[in-house]
Nanobody
Framework: QVQLVESGGGLVQAGGSLRLSCAAS????????MAWFRQVPGKQRELVAH???????NYADSVRGRFTISRDNAKNAVYLQMSSLKPEDTAVYYC?????????????WGQGTQVTVSS
């Protein structure tokens, strides 16, 4: 079993910044890619940012230039630095990790953390 625990969400004014963290623990041999998704009620979960094990990153057009994804492989952690936040960034943010446990690779999700941006 694997657990992903997120932290760092909250309420912030438009233009402000927040940093989300997500740490993985459990039966981990290797973590491949890690990512952040977000979801608002009534809409599909969408990819916000993605980072490979080698550090290659990719971003949704809506956040490129404002958000930065990073990871600390020694800590099995992924981070999302969010700047110049907009009300439309309000959502529940989920981290995701593709984790190899010596037998197979599974996709794991965190419990989600609420980010609310007020105008």
């Amino acid at each position: 079993q694997v657990q992903l625990v997120e932290s760092g969400g909250g309420l912030v004014q438009a233009g402000g910044s927040l940093r989300l963290s997500c740490a993985a623990s459990g039966s981990i041999f290797r973590i491949n890619s890690m990512a952040w998704f977000r979801q608002v009620p009534g809409k599909q979960r969408e990819l916000v940012a993605h980072i490979t094990s080698g550090g290659t990153t990719n971003y949704a057009d809506s956040v490129r230039g404002r958000f930065t994804i990073s990871r600390d492989n020694a800590k099995n952690a992924v981070y999302l630095q969010m700047s110049s936040l907009k009300p439309e960034d309000t959502a529940v943010y989920y981290c995701n990790a593709q984790i190899f446990d010596r037998f197979k690779t599974n996709s794991w999700w965190g419990q989600g953390t609420q980010v609310t941006v007020s105008s």
